[in-house]
């Protein structure tokens, strides 16, 4: 059978909306037990022509949408089907686990990472996502992860770290890190976010060193930290009231900041004074006994209407 043409299809999409009859076109002599076919069908108010992978699998066939015409023309219809379809067709393999072989871009292998953080309860996948999405930008989106090399990272880390900001310097060198780390578990992983495979080879940041870490040698002493608690008691200064009793909370509790900041009505039970956790950033359920000062200072916090202890100042619904 011939290959279709442009003509040929507007023909038979005429066709269909007169007779109102279903219609397929097969493109050419198809790939060994697989061919790419235009189904048309007519609806009430238009028709519809889809492409499809179609093949011939232990007695059954098998259909595959590629895309719908003419949003996907019949060049890229042909390509999308020789790319992706026509040499699993040739193995033997199902067409019903094909996907797009290109190698993941930047953008897809980013958008991907964090989608995975996401969908890990990370709290940390807005900033991350921030970060990479201006490094995307920085390097090109749409190229393949697979083609960044570690001098580029160094080129776009170099200046940040020159303009005297250590600490991002290394933020970005980690979450670029991470990213590919991530690519490089993932590529056979069937729980993977992404819709296609990078291809990685290695990670372009691995060998990049870490900003040296600064031990602290400053803490307040005991005379400072109980000045610093009648301070937030009553601040001479304006601080939103929430968020001087948070910082009350952690400092007569000792736990992080964002258990702390995103305290709920359901965690607190007053009768035992014990804050619970179901679920901290390790993971983990943790819970702790508060001291009689902290328990009172808690009791003497209203929640809002969505049970938060320090709700966000833009948006209630939200902690802080």
């Not at 259909?63 to 040499?87: I, Q, T």
């Not at 897809?108 to 940390?124: C, P, Q, T």
């Not at 920085?138 to 090399?149: F, H, K, Q």
């Not at 310097?169 to 056979?188: M, T």
Request: hydrophobic content about 35%; some cysteine.
């Amino acid at each position: 059978m011939p290959s279709l043409t442009d003509g040929e299809i507007r023909r038979a999409l005429k066709h269909v909306e007169q007779t109102g009859k279903q219609l397929s076109l097969v493109d050419g002599e198809g790939h060994g037990t697989g061919r790419l076919v235009l189904v048309m069908k007519p609806m009430p108010t238009r028709v519809t022509a889809d492409w499809m992978a179609q093949q011939w699998r232990d007695q059954k066939r098998l259909k595959k949408k590629l895309g719908s015409y003419p949003s996907m023309p019949l060049k890229e219809a042909r390509e999308v089907f020789d790319r992706d379809f026509a040499g699993m067709i040739q193995k033997g393999r199902s067409i019903k686990i094909a996907g797009d072989t290109r190698p993941g871009t930047v953008a897809d292998l980013f958008e991907a990472y964090v989608s995975n953080l996401k969908e890990s309860g990370k709290s940390s996948w807005k900033e991350v996502e921030k970060g990479l999405n201006k490094i995307a930008d920085t390097l090109g989106r749409n190229r393949p992860a697979r083609d960044i090399e570690p001098d580029e990272l160094t080129e776009l880390i170099r200046p940040i770290y020159d303009r005297g900001k250590h600490s991002m310097a290394d933020h970005v060198r980690s979450y670029i890190r991470s990213a590919y780390s991530w690519g490089l578990k993932s590529e056979h992983d069937y729980r993977s976010a992404s819709k296609r495979r990078f291809r990685l080879v290695n990670n372009p940041a691995a060998n990049i060193p870490t900003e040296p870490k600064k031990v602290g040698t400053r803490w307040l002493d005991e005379e400072e930290f109980l000045r610093l608690y009648r301070w937030l008691e009553c601040p001479d200064a304006p601080v939103h009231p929430p968020y001087a009793r948070a910082v009350r909370v952690l400092m007569l509790t000792g736990q992080r900041v964002e258990e702390i900041a995103r305290l709920h009505v359901d965690q607190w039970d007053a009768k035992e004074r014990i804050i619970d956790w179901s679920k901290t950033k390790n993971g983990k359920p943790h819970a702790i006994p508060v001291p009689a000062v902290a328990a009172e200072l808690i009791e003497s916090i209203k929640p809002n209407a969505h049970g938060w202890f320090f709700p966000s100042a833009t948006d209630p619904s939200k902690p802080r």
